[in-house]
C-alpha cells in the first residue's frame, strides 16, 4: 500500500447540523474558514485531533466524516 | 486568490524591492570598485545590522498598507475580513514547517557553496556575497512554498 486518497463528508456533515456555515464550524473547532473550506475540497487532510474535534461538533463517528476513497488509485467500495 | 496566497506574494515583492533597493545603495556607496579587502567582517558586519532594522521595518510598513488595501477591497466586496485575518492554524503552521524545512536545505546549500569559494583564490568578499544571495534566496523559495501549498494543498 503506497498512498491513500482520503474522501470526506464535511460538506454533508454541516448541511445536517442546521445547515452550519464553514465559518460557523471554523470556530467551533478552533481553525480558520479557509481550512475547512481546504478540508471540503480535499486539499488538506487534517491532524487526528482536529478530525476527532470534527466528529464531536457533528456527534458522528469520525468513520463516517472521512473515509478512503482511493487505495494505489484504485477505487475503494463501499 | 485566497487571502495567504496574497500575502505571500506581497512577502516576495517586498523581499525584492527591499533587498534590491539597499544592495543599489550599498553597492554605489562602498562596492563600487572600491573593496578593501581589510576590515571586511567589520563592513559585512555593519552591512548586515543595518539592513536586519531597515528590512524589518519596510516589511511592517509594507504589510500594514496590504491589510488596509485588502480590508478596504473585501469590504466593497461585501466579505468580512475577520475571516481572513484569523490566526494561525494547524494547516498554516504544518505549511510553515515544511516550507521553512526546504529553506533551510537552500540555505546550507548556499553556506557551502560560499565556504567552496574559499577554496579558490576570490576575494573573502565573495563569501559574504553568496551566504546574503542564499539568505535572499531562501526567503523567496520559502514564500513560494507556502503559496504552492496554499494553492495546490497537501
Redesign the interface.
Known sequence: MKKLTIGNNVRKQRFLKDEMTQKDLAQAVSVSRQTIVAIEKGQYSPTLELCFKLAIVFDTPVDQIFFVEEIDGKKVKD | M???EKKGITNIISSILITTIYSIVIYQKYLNGLLDDENIFRFWAIIVLIFIPISIVARIIIMIIFHIVESIVQTAKGN?IE??L??L????RIFNMKASSTAMYIFSLGFIIALATQLFDVSNHIFFIVIMVAGFLTDLVSELMMIRY?R???
Not at chain 2, 492554524?89 to 498554516?92: A, F, L, N, T
Request: hydrophobic content about 5%.
Open positions: 485566497s487571502y495567504q468580512d475571516d481572513e484569523s490566526s492554524d494547524e494547516r498554516d496554499y495546490r494543498g497537501f
